[in-house]
């Protein structure tokens, strides 16, 4: 936001009216429905969310959740079904690839497994400046300088601009990826996974390179994750998934103080506390049930198909509403977003727990 006194140039993100620039992605009400024998899989069903410049957002949830294909959408590699999806402020949901590409330079994606990402035909140079190359930012030594700067900023030395992807580790593979993903200078970074094809003892290396990275350039970064100590390590703000819907969304603090939705509470309750004493005095949760299924039968009622809480099946605290009655997504007193019947309108949230 323009300070009092601050002089807005031509240039200025908010030049045009004098008002904030947009955040750098919002997601509204997001559908993914896939074709099924008899019917759709609703791998993603009404999701929204929005991720700030200069802020991580950390989208969590169990494999199977949907955050992956929101992740697909986000960046268009997906197309979704129904809703919009913003890129500092452009609908990006139904352009061509044609008028697409121009406006890729403003978001990148890193994979989970760097290995499956790279090409192995061609040398980490390449990989890295085929983007700076094909928006004609960079040519002949500007690009090669700018390549050896980048790799330099992930950790790695300018000679490993003459390798193939299989002669680096695992780790420096990502590395790679991430300067790819940021040779550009993206508005938005979606980090899909980046650290779980990755040994334990690199994955705190790579985090502590993308919270400096993004510490320094500013850009927003969804960063999709079921390692809930990653997240708490990275994140301004979570969102927690469930079976393709978005069941909370809570600045990162509070959310690991104190969960509100059931579903939150027995995520939270499976991470381990480096404290002995503590983590045999916790109790915790464990989901019992089995999962609903997320595909929609043909001929079926929508509504009536999602009329119910679609996490009731497992949830230790579940009432005859929760069986026949969707839960509205809500906004809690300071901004948290829950969508839960037993929780209160002024935040008070039942015990998992204690069924």
Known sequence: MTTAGAQITPDSPGAATGREAPPALEV?????????????????????????????????????????????????????????????????????????????????????????????????????????????????????????????QVGLRPEVAARRPHELSGGQRQRVSIARALSVDPQLLVADEPTSALDVSVQASVLNLLADLQRDRGFGCLFITHDLAAVEFLADRIAVMYLGEIVEQAPAAELFAAPKHPYTQALLSAVPVPDPPAQRARERIVLHGDLPSPVLLKGADPKKAVGDCRFHTRCPLAVERCRTEAPQHRTLPGGRQVSCHLVGDDGTAPDAARP
């Open 28 to 152: 509204r009400d997001l559908v993914r429905h896939f074709p099924a024998r008899g019917g759709v899989v609703r791998a993603v069903d009404g999701v929204s969310l929005t991720v700030g410049r200069g802020e991580v957002v950390g989208l969590v949830g169990e494999s199977g959740s949907g955050k992956s294909t929101v992740g697909q959408c986000v960046v268009r590699l997906d197309t979704p079904t129904a809703g919009t999806v913003r890129i500092g402020g452009v609908d990006i949901t139904r352009l061509s690839r044609r008028r697409l590409r121009p406006l890729r330079k403003d978001f990148h994606l890193v994979y989970q497994d760097p290995s499956a990402s790279l090409d192995p035909r061609m040398t980490v140079g390449r990989i890295v400046g085929e983007p700076l190359a094909l928006h004609r930012m960079a040519t002949g030594d500007a690009l090669r300088e700018r390549v050896g700067e980048l790799l330099s």
